[in-house]
């Protein structure tokens, strides 16, 4: 539906279902009361803009300045083009809420938006004329919406769904007197189809890097009558009422064709992340998309702690599974506090891999652009895990800490100086539940951790982490005592890892630390081009209510965690002893594996390094057993 810009007589395709549209959100959690699918408004209605400390149009005011800023602590300053997990890439959505800042920008106004906005979410044909100086946008589509009173609901009422009495259905939000404000479009019909993907070709011509496409509904609950509730369609190519099985393979069809006709676009999908990965056709949804659009973030009141289906570590797991097949997520925040851009930027940071967006309004206009969002924290040592009772991440320049929801309130001791996004120096930070933190590196590195709802004190070394190259003066393997096995399976989730070592010298217990409480380990394996694989095993944590390490009579150390948290690795067996009696064994499983492309090039070594001390344990693969595409095998040389 077309609204005229003020004064302008341009029309823009963008939804504008009023206030109570803007109201609720489209793939919103279940209420916590009737845990009932919502699906609501169309994305991002116009909103007022807030202005927060400088008054509307002081940013702009000042753009030159503050361009000229950006270029002083280049190390500590977010780069929109860097590729790094340690870096925030904001997604700027520029409805007609935001046209008083694209209008007509000055240059240096479109400068500050480039260096500040890595995409923008945009409707054409208002952005057409505005892509030469911001060509990184998306334009907006929604997937099956045919909009009452438009021309294509005119000429073809047979693209639209209908119920058993042949009353026309639609997109379940915004609805009032018994309509709504879009048809839901019959994603089954090739004609439907190849009208949307002939609408988008021209679209993307004018110079659009993407797709934003709305509704990727992968569940019937998305079709619904007037009065908002779902009701289920007749299948025109049955007559029979549509299945959920039905509608997954008609909709997952239709977005393999949309990819297949721009595979050089990139390709965001708005859709509904509890509806999981593992059903095939919601897999074949997802892979066609370059990014999923995940709304409200991590900022959602309706996400719990823990798992479950709107657990945190539910939603974390199906972000490592996409990143795992490559794709990307964009947080689509809404948090109106610093304290919840605070807690949104520390999930983001958690779980980045270098490829994902961060959105938030308010907040991330000129006028009301929040500093937190310039922090770069630089490479991460690893991926999350387990520390203190809350989450943690490392990164070359600080580190990030995230109190899960339901969650009791933490205080935590840092064991050195950090400082927080306001600039203060730190040594502790007390968190509630569902609250986060993003800690720069100060005049300390952490060594010890307390947590105030822990009985006795814990002290935890920070994570090992892989260095580019293979460290030097590691224990090796005894000849020909050493194997390793990585195999890709169909799909991620059926990945493995296997390797064995067995010493080739005297391996004393005090070598192996204390992973029950203190001692982290990172894997890293390398080929003839350098670093492959990084996986890591956290100290002191628990796995299913349980210890994950546990003590291995007097000689050694046991580890299990059939979730596979964070890096894929599964299993451990760790034993001191004389040569050839000192063993190491290792398994995992599954997409956070991270298996790297195979076959890799020999030399292939392999290390297992432990914090807080210098030992590591090595094996060389100059051959291998079977080296192709799917299998690497191999035993030490």
């Not at 048809?183 to 890097?209: C, E, I, M, Q």
């Not at 009301?368 to 990164?395: E, P, Q």
């Not at 986060?436 to 947590?451: C, D, E, Q």
């Not at 596979?564 to 034993?575: E, Q, R």
Request: aromatic share 10%; charged share 15%; with cysteine.
């Amino acid at each position: 539906m077309g609204d005229i810009l003020g004064g302008m007589g341009v029309a823009r395709t963008e939804p504008n279902f009023g206030a109570d549209a803007a109201a609720v959100c489209r793939h919103e959690l279940p209420d916590s009361a009737s845990r009932t699918p919502r699906l609501s408004s169309p994305l991002w209605p116009p909103r007022p803009a807030r202005a927060a400390g400088l008054g509307r149009g002081a940013i702009w005011a000042a753009a030159p300045a503050l361009l000229l800023t950006l270029g002083l602590s280049p190390a500590a300053t977010a780069n929109p083009t860097s590729a790094s997990p340690g870096n925030v890439r904001f997604v700027k959505v520029a409805n007609s809420a935001f046209d008083r800042y694209s209008r007509n920008p000055t240059t240096a106004q479109q400068q500050w938006m480039r260096a500040h906005y890595w995409r923008m979410l945009t409707y054409a044909p208002y952005f057409d004329s505005r892509l030469s100086w911001f060509p990184d946008a998306w334009t907006y589509k929604d997937l099956y919406a045919i909009y009452r009173g438009s021309t294509v609901a005119q000429q073809h009422p047979e693209w639209i769904l209908r119920d058993a009495s042949g009353n026309a259905l639609y997109i379940p939000f915004g609805c009032s007197a018994g309509s709504c404000p879009q048809y839901a479009g019959d994603v089954g019909n090739p004609a439907f189809r190849s009208n949307w993907v002939s609408g988008a070709s021209a679209t993307l011509a004018k110079g659009y890097r993407g797709l934003f496409i709305d509704d990727v509904n992968m569940t019937l609950a998305g079709v619904g009558n007037g009065a908002a509730q779902p009701v289920v369609p007749t299948d025109p190519r049955t007559g029979q009422p549509m299945t959920e099985s039905d509608w997954r393979g008609y909709m997952a069809a239709f977005t393999e064709q949309v990819r297949s006709a721009f595979p050089r676009a990139e390709i965001v999908h708005n859709a509904i992340w509890f509806l999981g990965h593992s059903d095939a056709d919601v897999q074949r949804e997802l892979l066609s998309a370059d990014l999923i659009n995940l709304e409200r973030g991590i900022n959602d009141s309706g996400l719990r702690g823990g798992g479950g289906t709107y657990g945190l570590e539910t939603l974390f797991s199906h972000i490592d599974w996409l990143h795992g097949q490559g794709r990307g997520v964009v947080f689509d925040a809404k948090a109106t506090t610093d304290q919840g851009r605070a807690y949104g930027l520390a999930g983001y940071y958690l779980v980045s891999s270098g490829g994902d967006g961060l959105s938030n309004d308010p907040g991330g206009t000129p006028d009301d652009w929040w500093s937190g969002y310039d922090v770069f924290l630089g490479d991460a040592l690893g991926s999350r895990y387990s520390w203190s009772s809350v989450l943690r991440r490392d990164f070359q320049s600080g580190l990030v800490l995230l109190n899960e929801p339901d969650a009791s309130s933490r205080t935590i001791q840092l064991g050195g100086v950090y400082a927080d996004l306001g600039g203060n120096q730190v040594s502790s930070v007390t968190l509630g539940p569902a609250e986060g933190t993003v800690l720069r590196n100060g005049t300390a590195t952490p060594s010890t951790s307390t947590t105030s709802t822990t009985p006795s004190t814990t002290t935890t070394m920070p994570p090992p982490a892989c260095a580019p190259t293979p460290e030097t003066g590691c224990e090796s393997a005894a000849s020909h005592m050493g194997s390793l096995l990585l195999k890709k399976g169909l799909a991620p989730s059926t990945d493995t890892l296997g390797w064995r070592w067995v010493s080739n010298g005297v391996v004393p217990k005090t070598d192996l630390g204390d992973p029950t409480t203190t001692t982290g380990y990172v894997f890293c394996l390398y080929d003839n081009a350098g670093l492959q694989l990084t996986a890591h095993f956290p100290a002191g944590t628990t796995c299913a209510g349980k210890p994950c390490w546990t003590t291995l009579g007097t000689t050694g150390f046991k580890f299990r965690d059939q979730g596979g948290m964070p890096d894929g690795l599964t299993s451990a067996v760790l034993k001191a002893g004389g040569a050839r009696a000192a063993r190491i064994k290792l398994g995992g499983k599954g997409a956070n594996l991270h298996l790297p492309t195979l076959p890799l090039g020999t030399p292939v070594r392999v290390q297992l390094s432990r914090s807080g001390a210098a030992a590591c344990w090595e094996a060389v693969y100059s051959t291998a057993i079977a080296n192709g595409t799917t299998v690497l095998k191999a035993k030490s040389d």
